[in-house]
């Protein structure tokens, strides 16, 4: 039996483009879920999911355009990877932020 952890950040209240801080599982995980929380208005932007397996190269992995009032999962079950992370690779507009964050199934 796991014990369960808390979701891990990657990036919090951000609009700007660029990547979010790494998350380090420890381990290959296959089931790794990002949560994309948003705040305030949204009308514009791109958030997406990256892996590694070291930390330094960096695979896509999936995106969401994030929407006033939703919030988004991204969901993996193919692939193993140790690192992940957030990008927003088109700057979040309108005024509003999102803050991204991991778990996995364990």
Known sequence: MSVPVEAQASLVAKSA??????????????????????????????VAMEASHDGVNWAYYGSVN???????????????????????LAEVTGGGSVTVTFMEAG
């Not at 381990?27 to 929380?37: D, F, G, I, N, R």
Request: aromatic share 8%; proline share 6%; no cysteine.
């Open 17 to 46: 483009a660029g990547p979010g801080a790494t998350v380090d599982f420890l381990a290959a995980k296959v089931q790794v879920t990002a949560m994309v929380v948003v705040t305030g208005v949204i009308t514009g932007g791109v």
């Open 66 to 88: 994030p929407r006033t009032g939703v919030n988004q999962p991204l969901v993996t079950n193919v692939g193993a990877f140790r690192y992940w992370r957030a990008n927003v």
